[in-house]
């Protein structure tokens, strides 16, 4: 069975990217499994930390991804980038001996209320994992604009985004 791990870079309940995500689960087969990680408890890098030992969370999800076929990562574009929350996560599973990201398929979207569709944050994204050695999928680029008109109570009902996310899924899944 092929395993998708999933990061949202919104720690918000009702994130459009997060909500994104739950709809690519809900989009792929029985042959898949997709996990949406929290990292809402990743502590702020520290390099003391680092040296310490690992923090528990963070370990826990570098297990995980270091498991999976592919991740996933959604982004919002805070501020013409990526948020915070996200670029920490990443400083975290960027160290150590063995780092999760290195030669891992990673696939990227993003949803914004923007009518740019987190294109900024993906392109800054996209820097990141070239640092960390990522293997990134390129295409098919999806980037979600307008994306507070695409839902009602928290349900995608824009069905032009549906096929979009229809057709990314499929895509990432046969080239896992």
């Known amino acids: 069975m092929k395993k998708i791990v999933a990061i ?5 309940k009702n994130s459009y990217n997060t909500l994104c995500l739950k709809e690519i689960k809900n989009l792929i087969g029985k042959e898949t499994e997709m996990e949406i990680l ?33 991740i996933l990562i959604a982004t919002p574009e805070y501020n013409y980038s990526v948020s915070g929350v996200l670029k920490n996560a990443l400083d975290w599973f960027s160290r150590g001996d063995n780092p999760v990201f290195e030669g891992k398929k990673v696939a990227i979207i993003s949803a914004s209320i923007s009518r740019f569709g987190g294109v900024r944050a993906q392109n800054h994204l ?9 293997g990134l999928i390129n295409h098919p680029e999806v980037f979600i ?11 995608l009902i824009d069905q032009h985004t549906k ?5 990314f899924t499929q895509y990432v899944i046969t080239n896992i």
Do not use: W, Y
């Open 38 to 70: 929290d990292i809402s408890a990743i502590p702020l890098f520290n390099e003391d930390l680092k040296q310490n030992n690992f923090p528990a969370v963070v370990k826990e999800l570098n297990e995980k991804l270091r498991n999976a076929d592919l």
């Open 126 to 134: 996209r820097q990141i994992l070239f640092c960390m050695d990522a």
């Open 163 to 167: 096929e979009i996310l229809q057709n």
């Open 8 to 12: 949202s870079g919104s720690l918000r």
């Open 145 to 155: 604009s307008s994306a507070h008109t695409l839902f009602k109570n928290n349900i």
